[in-house]
Each structure stands twice: as C-alpha cells, then as structure tokens.
C-alpha cells in the first residue's frame, strides 16, 4: 500500500478518536481518490468502510447501510477473505443495532405524525446519552464513549447546548480512565466553549475542574492550578455544590503531586465533608461512590504523611500503620461505632504528627533525656494538633492526637486528664501505641511475644489504661491472635463507605 494512502487512513482514525468526524471524512474521501488511482482495492474497501463506521457514529444508518454495501462489493474483489469477514461484520453490526434501536428512536412516529428533524435529533441525542450512562455505570467505558459520541453530534444538530455540555464533560472524564488524554482534554474545552455560551458559573467551573484534571495529567501542573483557582473563584463557598467538592479534591491531588501533603490533606478534607454536605441536603445517592473514592484519598494521603513522619522523625517503618491496624481492631473489638474507629484510624497515622517540629538531636536520642529536652518532646501532641487546625474532619482526630498521652490514672500529658475525661479515641491510641513502641527491636524491654508485652503493660503500667478497653485489647491479642504484620492495610476493608456510624443516620434523616 502506498506511503501516502497509509498515511490518509491513519490520519482518518485519529481524527475519528478525537471526535472530529468532519475532518476524518476528508481524510478518508482523499484515501479514496487516491486508492482509486493507483487501483488499490483494499485501500478503497478500507477507505469506504470507514466511512461507513463515521456515519454509524454520526447516526445516519441508511448512509452507513449503503456504504457498506459498497465495501462488500469491493472486498469481494479483492478475494481477501479477511477483509471480507470485517466488512461483513460490520454490516451485521449495524444491523443488529439498528434493529436494538428502532423501537426507541422512531416509535413516537406513527402516534405523533409528522416529527421535524430537530425533535427527532434531539430524541436521539437523549436516547444515546442515557444508553451512555447505563454503560458507564456498569464500566463498560469503551461503549460509554461511543453512545455519548454519537449523542454529541446528534445534539449538536439539535442546538441543544445543555446536552451537549453533558456529553463533554462525560466524555473528558471517561476518555481521560481510558488514558486517551489528547482527545479527552479537546473534549473538555468543548464542554468550557459551551459552558461559556450557556451561561451560569456553576457549569464554567464544572468545565474548568475538567481542563484543569486533564492538565494534571498531563503533567501541566502549574496551567492545572491556574485553572482550579479560576474555578473556585466563580463557586460560591458557603454554599456546598457537587463542583465545589470536585474542585477541592483535584486541588487535593494537585498538591500531592507538588508534595505539599497538609495542603493535599486540607482540600481532600474540604472535598469529603463538602460531599457529605450535599448528600445529606439532596439524598443523592450518585454521590455515595464519590464519597467513597474521596473517603480512600483522604486515608491514603493521612497514610502517606504518617510514613512521612516516620522518616522525619527517625520511627521505627511501620509505626503509624500499626497502630492504626490495631486500634480500628481495637475499637471493632469494643464495640465501638464505625464513625469513632474511622477517626481511631486517621488519628493512629497522623498521631505523631508535632515530632515533625521537634529538634532532630532530640529525636535521635537514646536513653534519658534532659528536663528541657524532655518537655521539648513532650509538646509534640499540641504541635501535631495545631498544624491539622485547617483541616475538616468528621471525628474527633484532633482531640485523639492531642490526647494520645495522656494516662487513664492522671499521669499522662499535656493536661494531666484522667478517667473518662480522656476521649475513647485517645484511650484507644494510647493502648496501641505503647504496645507497639514496647515490641520495637530497638526498644530496651522488648519481648519475643505478645503476651509477654501485655504482661509489662499489665505489671508496670497498672492503672494507665482504661481497664475496660484493656481488657477487649489483652482478649483481642490473645485469644483472637491478630495478626500484626502481613497484606497491605486498608481502612475500607473494615469499614464501609456509610458504615454504621453517624453519618448513615444523618442521611437517612435527611
């Protein structure tokens, strides 16, 4: 085949994956011309049958039909049995969605007579959009983006610029899962030219967050910024919106990719409860897999600073994530709600966050320290609770950090609480994290076993801990024998997006 009618049909295919139909078609009718010069015929039967492809896109059956036909035609010249066989499926795929199609699209015919043009497009156009959603719900994102291709022409032609802002906006998220990232980024400047011509700040914002996820992906980190704070510009703050909450999630992302983790932790906080925010005053249910996927991004980012804070701090690997682990198994064992062991568990990584503010000589001492020294440490959990102060969460993670050192007898800091005074959390934390700290290799009374580190925590540290929790902990270590090591840890396989806690309720009220 020649270079140039190669060439042509690669130029077609691309054009036709970025959704410029109109372009492709020249490509394909020059592929043409030229193939029919040079006597090429499975250039030509290649060429035709692309043609038909775009006007089954495009939604012109018959024309897709009679192209087809003429591929057929050809391929049969050419006694190539494979390009045969494609040709013929793809006429017995037109068929069989023609016939799928034909009672939905054209059955208000025979009751309402004459219908003009734009009413059946627009007809058309709905139907392909709602055949998209059923599709990208069930993850089928290939045929998703097919159905909402076709209903972007169709709506196109129809002038219905509300269905067609949808269709882009649909078509950048789904074509950017697919990491086709070209076409999904000219997908999202469609979606802002039209949010534009429509009007309303909510829509532009909706299209800005697109161009500005497809930018980060592209590694366009500053444009990316740029754009998200054009976007928050135009949200009203006070007021949370399903836009808001995607904007503070891609600026959460956003400063992950920088490193800058408080900030990642503010907005991803910012994006939950604002999620939250809307689901309890709509009740829509769409927003529970949203919730969710912005629920693991807020654990993953307090797990990664956790890491971080063990580096900075010269901790044992593994610290923060080990006692995250066993406090949630703790708070489960005791019967706690999900709400109270999901902050257990955001508290347990982020609980040493302050030692990050603390002198490094200091850290890395070992044995006894000076008073001055000593009370340098000690402020570490005010300091780690001060610097979460911007940041928005749905459970008590900043008390429990505050609070991790105190003693149930009265003997812990900064405030010296005692008894119920301490919250459960706290109570929780403190449990798990002298037990693990006593079974670190480095540690000077470290045991072979388990049980021989509760045994120190019973002899020497009697009275410290709640003896209630105490006791659900020594029952959970030894009789349940939990598993301290092993898979990677995740809080979402214990606790469900609503679990059982607060939130549940307060949507149901709602």
């Known amino acids: 085949m020649d270079d140039r009618v190669k060439d042509l049909l690669f130029k077609g295919r691309v054009c036709k994956e970025q959704g410029l139909f109109e372009e492709s078609r020249e490509y394909y009718e020059q592929c043409l011309i030229g193939s029919w010069s040079e006597g090429n015929y499975s250039a030509m039967v290649t060429a035709v049958k692309e043609m038909g492809n775009l006007h089954v896109l495009d939604g012109s059956y018959g024309k897709a039909r009679v192209y087809f036909e003429k591929a057929i035609v050809l391929a049969r010249r050419t006694r190539d049995t494979g390009l045969l066989s494609s040709t013929l499926g793809d006429m017995g795929n037109l068929k069989s969605l023609m016939s799928r199609l034909e009672k939905k699209v054209w059955s208000g015919r025979a009751d309402d007579g004459y219908i003009q043009k734009e009413k059946e497009w627009k007809r058309e156009a709905s139907l392909y959009n709602e055949m998209g959603g059923t599709f990208r719900g069930r993850g089928m994102l290939e045929e998703a983006a097919s159905f909402y291709s076709r209903s972007v022409r169709m709506a196109q032609r129809a002038g219905d610029e509300e269905l067609l802002f949808n269709n882009c ?129 807020f654990f993953r980012v307090a797990r990664v600073i956790g890491q971080f804070v063990e580096m900075r701090a010269m901790l044992t690997p593994g610290h923060t994530e080990r006692v995250s682990r066993l406090g949630l198994e703790l708070a489960r064992e005791a019967g706690l709600s999900t709400d109270e062991g999901k902050g257990i568990c955001m508290a347990g990584y982020l609980h040493d966050l302050g030692k990050v503010k603390v002198r490094k000589d200091v850290l890395a001492r070992s044995g006894e320290l000076s008073r001055e020294n000593l009370a340098m440490l000690r402020k570490h959990p005010e300091l780690g609770s001060a610097l979460l102060d911007d940041v ?119």
């Open 392 to 510: 928005e969460f749905n459970w008590a993670v900043r008390e429990e950090i505050l609070c991790h050192h105190e003693r149930y007898d009265g003997t812990g800091y900064p405030s010296a609480l005692r008894g119920e005074e301490i919250p459960i959390g706290a109570r929780v934390l403190a449990i798990v994290d002298v037990f693990d700290v006593l079974n670190l290799p480095r540690h000077e009374k470290k045991s072979s076993t388990g049980r021989e580190v509760v045994e120190i925590m019973e002899e020497e540290m009697q009275g410290k801990f709640d003896p209630d929790l105490f006791a659900h902990f020594k029952r959970m270590l030894l009789e349940k024998l939990v598993v301290l090591e092993g898979t990677e840890f995740h809080p979402q396989s214990y606790l469900g997006i609503w679990g059982s806690g607060s939130s549940k309720k307060k949507a149901g009220q709602g």
């Open 169 to 297: 906006l649909a078509l950048s998220t789904i074509l950017l899962k697919l990491s086709k990232r070209i076409p999904a980024g000219n997908f999202a400047r469609r979606a802002l030219t039209v949010a534009k011509k429509l009007g309303g700040e909510e829509k532009i914002a909706h299209a800005l967050l697109a161009c500005a996820t497809v930018d980060r992906k592209t590694g366009g980190l500053k444009k990316a910024e740029r754009t998200l704070q054009k976007a928050i510009a135009l949200c009203d703050t006070s007021i949370p919106t399903h836009g808001l909450a995607g904007i503070h999630r891609e600026l959460g992302l956003l400063a992950e990719s920088h490193g800058r983790w408080r900030s990642a932790l503010h907005h991803i906080s910012r994006a939950y409860s604002t999620t939250e925010a809307v689901f309890l005053r709509t009740g829509d249910m769409v927003l529970e897999r949203d919730f969710g996927e912005i629920e693991l991004e």
